[in-house]
């Protein structure tokens, strides 16, 4: 099956959390080790092998901060 690439546009993001709760597969995460400009988490892909491009996610996300490649 073909492999989907989730893109986090850091800067945008503002760790909302909402496509960490959306993706089914467990993909994203919030990264606690990094804070972005604004001052937020911003989420990060941690089971990238995981996505199915499925774009939940990307549907999620307020700020359209997330690509999804397929």
Request: aromatic share 2%.
């Amino acid at each position: 099956f073909l492999m989907a690439k989730v893109i986090i546009h850091e800067e945008t993001c503002k760790g909302c959390g909402l496509c960490v709760d959306a993706c089914p597969r467990g993909v994203l995460a919030i990264n606690k080790e990094r804070i972005n400009q604004k001052g937020y988490n911003p989420v990060h892909p941690v089971n990238p092998d995981k996505c199915t491009g499925c774009t939940s996610c990307a549907l999620m996300c307020p700020d359209t901060s997330i690509e999804v490649e397929r």
